[in-house]
């Protein structure tokens, strides 16, 4: 049988739960025209790049699909009907990638870096010189030659001193 890659955008506003089960339904309808899905990643919600039926973010979902060209008709079929999915694609591969997406790798990758950052700002303490407040140390003295308000200061523009 052919090898598809699909994603699909689903509306912020609904829950994770219910665009599992919206993709449980998917599952059903690939299922039943003889097809099967290799794997599912919920890459949750994202920015869009522009509005998409007047929402900024979505829900993001792939789908690794084994299955005849049918059922991928079927399964966009009820997609298109669907208010809640915004947008999807669907595109034929010769073979499944088996390892994590880009997106997935790219979401540990910041998982880690965010752990990272957190135990830093941890050993330098709240306010460390990362800009969150905390003391600034000695400015100095800041208004030793500055006139007094009403005054104008003396200005030498070069020339005669």
Known sequence: MPLYEHVLLARQDVTSQQVETMIDTYKGVIEQNGGR???IEMWGVKSLA???KKNRKAHFALLNIDAPPAAIAEMERQMQISEDILRFMTIRVEEL???PSAMMQ???RDDRR???RGRRRDDEGFGGGGGFGGDRGDRGDRGGDRPERGERPE???GGEN
Request: proline share 0%; charged share 65%.
């Open 106 to 108: 790219k979401r540990d």
């Open 155 to 157: 200005r030498n523009f």
């Open 50 to 52: 522009y509005r998409i």
């Open 114 to 116: 965010d752990r990272e």
């Open 97 to 99: 990638e088996q390892e």
């Open 37 to 39: 899905l290799e794997k």
